[in-house]
Nanobody, 118 residues
């Protein structure tokens, strides 16, 4: 089982980035994919998740309207589009998977760093 997040980088305030989470080793039909982030010196923060089977989504209030989560079942890949980025969005972003009926994320990928700075 492997999750690999990618797509991070340096972007100016107001800019956009698209992160990917490639999943291998299991099928996602009964799972949800979540995105989290952790800024230096801060606790990990939930951002959003998507239920793989039907695409239902949920967002943290801090990113609602700016970030968009999606998935491509054919590619077994999840996405997180980051828009209208702010310096406080600077963090390492992680994707994770949990059973749809569960509460705990069982599988985690390595993070990808997003830096928002002018």
């Amino acid at each position: 089982v492997q999750l690999q997040a990618s797509g991070g980088g340096l972007v100016q305030p107001g800019g956009s980035l698209s992160l990917s989470c490639a999943v291998s080793g299991f099928t996602l039909d009964s799972y949800s994919i979540g995105w989290f982030r952790q800024a230096p010196g801060k606790e990990r923060e939930y951002i959003a998740h998507i239920r793989w089977s039907d695409g239902q989504t949920n967002y943290a209030d801090s990113v609602k309207g700016r970030f968009r989560i999606s998935r491509d079942s054919a590619k077994n890949t999840g996405y997180l589009d980051l828009n209208i980025l702010k310096p406080e969005d600077t963090a390492t972003y992680y994707c994770a998977a949990r059973p749809t009926t569960g509460l705990e994320y069982e599988y985690w990928g390595r993070g990808t760093l997003v830096t928002v700075s002018s």
